[in-house]
């Protein structure tokens, strides 16, 4: 059984949007809803009542009402939502306009920028205008290759407000990886900075843009903004125009805000991309809307007086939710740069500084500065905090066991998980419910989240794959340049017909918790016994000799290996001694199986540029297979750590 970790006051619970929504939704059903495992119940058993009660209590702003809240519910893919609803997703996320800051940006190594509301929205309406006036209309796809910051988000907003689909990258991919994106949604409008800071060095957007650009023959109008330099040298872009020249003509006003249907495009989001050209996920704004606003105000208890961040870049679907934190009137918080520079403790500084009370992250991010022997609660005031999310892997119990340590021991910890996939959660917090280590604390409202056995059985207790299965809204409305279906049905649904197969190897708990094993196509099958990697990670990266690792299993006389590789501390060597307490530790705490059959040093691990660990390039590259998109990893240079090692040959 799991440890305990924390729970909440009935005072916490009593005030909590969650206990709210279960008297609401009591009232308006003549329920005696008590608990949230009920009411969890309940919203899988009703989705229909379920998500007509959502709608209601976030207060989902529209023009025209629905006409019924759900049809072909049977089927996945093909239910559709709050039919004949037309909406606007800007609007609901510029619904206040008040002098309450709305947005804070901290650029590494620069005085924090602020927005209130009302600010927000005159300068949305702004730009909106000036996209209007260069023809952007709905269903035009609109691009950001920004940094973090203010602009990015007044951009979104403008061209959603008009319709206009948006899509973004980080400024940090190389330019195929930017091409093998936007290059499938041929962009009307890209907006970009001049550049960006990350560990204290200045970087050039405008050359890869320059490079960009005759690849991307549909651009009519580059918006750049002036952030590495005052005043940027356009001369190179041809038709460019910085940001404020752009928005000259257009004075502030009213807004008009075109309203759709609910299933209308918003997003196009993309796949890792590391295993071939990444998928263009398209998302509609009804569907990210209600899902946001469940997973905002009822999993993580947001309100109008919250303060909350998300370490996150623009090409990672965190950046997408985060920003619907405007629709719940709360301060949100972007940062973009390194979040170990000028020192390993930047972000809780800036947590300290900003009177940050969610303060949202990935896993990797919280086992480094642990190794990094940062003690948040001790050299910074985290006194407003009350909620630690983390995602992009599965956390550690080490780290669940660091956060109550060393950042504070009352708050509640949301590990959770989903994905770009679905722009959302299966899995994640519960602000009434108690936190155990190791577990995310429960599945989402509304979604029937499942673990299958190889049999197709529903099992708990139990290691399998994650399944959903009943419709959401959220779910992608499919791939672009996919008009019949097929590569979106082949990602998700030609596994378990008629049900979500999400790729993740996972446990549904006693506490009817969840714990998150791995990726099940990275998952490890020495002698047929299916294996997590995340269990493997768990107890290797508490060693204070190894800084990281990645463990892939190598095909080996007619069976799998585990291979386990490792990046030591500074000074430390893989002795004898070393590599015996590392399969000891291994071996003590899971099984025989996941003992490594080889350890093996590299200087370096890879990642996507989303933080996530990539096993199979790595499992790519110890076979001899090639890695067809390199672009997609943050530091692609690692595999070749892995090519050629002799060691894997006996």
Same mark, same amino acid.
Request: hydrophobic share 40%; proline share 7%.
């Given at each position: 059984? %799991? ?6 006051? /009935? ?17 308006k ?12 119940q ?9 998500w007509a ?13 629905y ?15 709050? !039919?004949?609803? &037309?909406?606007?997703?800007a609007?609901?996320l510029?619904r ?9 940006f ?5 005085p ?9 929205y ?21 691009v950001?290759?920004?940094p973090?910051m ?11 407000s008009?319709g206009?689909?948006?899509s973004?990258?980080?400024?940090d ?24 800071f ?6 050039? %957007?405008?050359? &890869? ?8 023959p549909?651009?009519?109008k580059?918006v ?12 190179a872009?041809?038709?460019?125009v ?6 000259? /003509?257009?004075?502030a ?6 309203q ?6 918003? @997003?196009i ?8 050209? /990444? ?7 009804g ?8 997973? !905002? ?23 997408n939710?985060?920003?619907s ?12 740069g %390194?979040?170990?520079?000028?020192h /390993?403790?930047?972000l809780f ?12 992250t ?13 003690r ?9 905090? &009350?909620?630690v999310?983390s ?14 340590r ?6 509640q910890?949301?590990s ?19 936190? @155990?280590?190791?577990?995310l604390q ?18 708990l207790?139990?290691?399998?794959? !994650?399944v959903?299965?009943m ?16 590569? @979106? ?6 596994? @378990?017909?008629?049900?979500w ?10 506490q ?22 995340a ?9 204070p000799?190894?800084?990281? %690792? ?6 080996w006389?007619?069976d ?9 501390a500074?000074?430390?060597? !893989?002795?004898e ?10 071996r ?5 199986r996941?003992v ?12 996507t540029?989303n933080?996530k ?5 790595? &499992?790519n ?8 998109n ?21």
């Amino acid at each position: 059984m %799991s440890q305990l970790l924390w729970q909440p006051t /009935p005072e916490q619970i009593a005030a909590s949007n969650m206990t709210a929504f279960m008297q609401y939704v009591n009232r308006k059903y003549q329920l005696f809803i008590q608990d949230y495992n009920q009411l969890y119940q309940w919203s899988i058993d009703r989705p229909a009542d379920f998500w007509a009660a959502m709608w209601e209590f976030g207060g989902v702003i529209f023009s025209r009402p629905y006409s019924r809240v759900v049809t072909d519910l049977d089927k996945m893919p093909g239910a559709r939502w709050f !039919l004949d609803a &037309r909406l606007n997703f800007a609007q609901n996320l510029l619904r206040y306009r008040d002098e309450q800051t709305a947005l804070i940006f901290q650029g590494e190594g620069r005085p924090a920028e602020k927005i209130s509301y009302a600010g927000l929205y005159d300068l949305v309406s702004r730009t909106a205008r000036a996209l209007e006036a260069l023809g952007v209309k709905q269903g035009d796809r609109v691009v950001g290759f920004m940094p973090n910051m203010i602009q990015t988000v007044v951009a979104m907003l403008a061209a959603t407000s008009l319709g206009a689909i948006w899509s973004s990258c980080s400024p940090d991919f190389g330019i195929k990886g930017v091409l093998d994106r936007f290059g499938q949604i041929a962009p009307k409008v890209l907006f970009t900075a001049d550049g960006y800071f990350y560990g204290g060095k200045v970087f050039d %957007s405008l050359e &890869r843009v320059r490079g960009l650009l005759p690849e991307l023959p549909s651009i009519e109008k580059v918006v750049v903004v002036p952030y590495a330099q005052p005043e940027p040298d356009l001369c190179a872009l041809p038709g460019a125009v910085l940001w404020e020249d752009f928005l000259a /003509p257009h004075p502030a006003g009213e807004m008009e805000f075109v309203q759709l249907p609910f299933d209308h495009p918003l @997003y196009i989001m993309y796949s890792s991309g590391t295993t071939g050209i /990444p998928k263009c996920i398209v998302h509609g704004a009804g569907g990210t809307l209600i899902q946001h606003l469940k997973e !905002l105000l009822l999993h993580t208890d947001l309100k109008r007086s919250d303060t909350i961040f998300y370490y996150t870049t623009c090409g990672w679907m965190m950046w997408n939710w985060l920003v619907s934190s405007l629709a719940v009137g709360a301060t949100v918080v972007l940062y973009d740069g %390194s979040p170990f520079h000028p020192h /390993p403790g930047a972000l809780f500084e800036m947590a300290e500084k900003q009177g940050i009370t969610v303060f949202g992250t990935s896993a990797k991010y919280l086992a480094a500065v642990e190794k990094e022997g940062v003690r948040p609660g001790k050299q910074y005031d985290l006194s407003a905090l &009350r909620a630690v999310l983390s995602t992009g892997s599965p956390l550690s119990i080490e780290s669940f066991y660091y956060v109550y340590r060393e950042i504070k021991p009352d708050l509640q910890l949301a590990s959770i998980s989903g994905g770009t996939d679905i722009i959302s959660c299966f899995a994640l917090g519960n602000p009434t419910g108690p936190v @155990y280590a190791g577990q995310l604390q429960c599945r989402g409202l509304g979604m029937k989240v499942e673990a299958f056995d190889e049999q197709g059985r529903s099992v708990l207790g139990q290691k399998g794959e !994650l399944v959903c299965t009943m419709p959401f809204p959220s779910m992608p409305l499919g791939f672009w340049n996919d008009p019949e279906g097929k590569k @979106y049905r082949a990602a998700y649904f030609d596994y @378990y017909p008629n049900v979500w197969r999400h790729g993740d190897y996972v446990e549904i708990t006693p506490q009817n918790g969840v714990i998150i094993y791995g990726r099940s196509d990275a998952t490890l099958n020495p002698g047929g016994v299916r294996i997590g990697t995340a269990e493997i990670y768990r107890q290797v990266e508490t060693l204070p000799e190894v800084l990281d %690792s990645i463990v892939v299993g190598q095909d080996w006389q007619g069976d799998v290996r585990v291979i386990l590789f490792v990046k030591l501390a500074p000074g430390v060597e !893989l002795t004898e001694e070393l590599q015996h307490k590392i399969r000891r530790t291994i071996r003590e705490n899971t099984t025989p199986r996941h003992v490594p059959a080889k350890i093996l040093t590299v200087p370096d691990i890879p990642y996507t540029i989303n933080g996530k660990k990539v096993e199979l390039a790595v &499992r790519n590259v110890i076979h001899g297979q090639p890695v067809l998109n390199q672009d997609a990893l943050a530091n692609p240079e690692a595999l070749a750590y892995f090519a050629g090692r002799t060691e894997l040959e006996s």
